[in-house]
């Protein structure tokens, strides 16, 4: 199976035991979004070309998983399962692990970062919105499978759980939202009340923000990691830096944060 870009739109290629190729037309909208072409390929896969040697994208259905992506001579992007040049990217939608920095990996779990998350797990105890929107961080827990000290470690992070807290960048509340990422997950502006407004609200950005985190566990395979560095980088930071943590000295910290409370927060729960 190979994917080819042509002409502002994504095609993927299943090759099959006879001289024929079946060629499926793909609107490629956002890059990113690889698990809806991978549900698409592995259903093609399984009902139509039934008997066919076929690798569905993250799924070994030939027994090689592992997907790359890389730009030819003529400045067209593939995307793979077969062995490609040299120089080629793993991408996400592959088994194959993730090998993270020596730097970064050496450092992931040190003592200054064991002792700011227990500072941090110990100011939420007496922190007076932590304990109001508690109700709403179990129900997003709930509603979208993710892991309810994720969800904590993260808005500690990003907020100190402070609804009105906006960053340079303009992520808005509790869980950092960007009105860009809320407006994808149905949060619209209305006449008296911008979207950057509305996320001010915690219950609002505690579910867009938890709904984002989970697409993004979903999209990396569970790599909680990979999701978080994607959380705080955009998952196009992700992609080129091969899927793995992307070098930049703001999301390794951050990455390192949120892990060292989510780990404090699984032993010591509040």
Known sequence: MSWVRYQGMYWVVLKIPNPSKFIINVHFMLLSRFYLLTQLAQFVAKRVL????????????????????????????????????????????????????EAFKAALYTSAHEAQAHRTVAVLQVNTIYKQVHGNLSDASSAYGVDLNLIKAVAASESAFNPNAVSRKGAVGLM????????????????????????????????????????????????VDLALAAYNAGEGAVLKAGNQIPDYKETQDYVRKVLAVYKVLQTRPV
Do not use: C
């Open 176 to 223: 950092q939202v960007m009105p860009a990422t809320a407006r994808q997950y149905g949060v619209m502006a209305e006449p008296g009340s911008t979207v950057a407004r509305k996320l001010t609200n915690p219950e609002l950005n505690i579910h867009t923000g938890t709904k984002y985190l989970s697409y993004l566990l979903r999209l990396y395979g569970g790599q």
């Open 50 to 101: 039934k008997g066919a040697l076929i690798a569905g994208l993250g799924w070994a259905l030939t027994g090689q998983s592992a997907v790359w992506t890389y730009v030819d001579a003529q400045g067209v992007t593939h995307f793979t399962n077969t062995e490609p040049p040299k120089g080629a990217t793993v991408v996400i939608g592959s088994d194959v692990p993730v090998v993270q920095p």
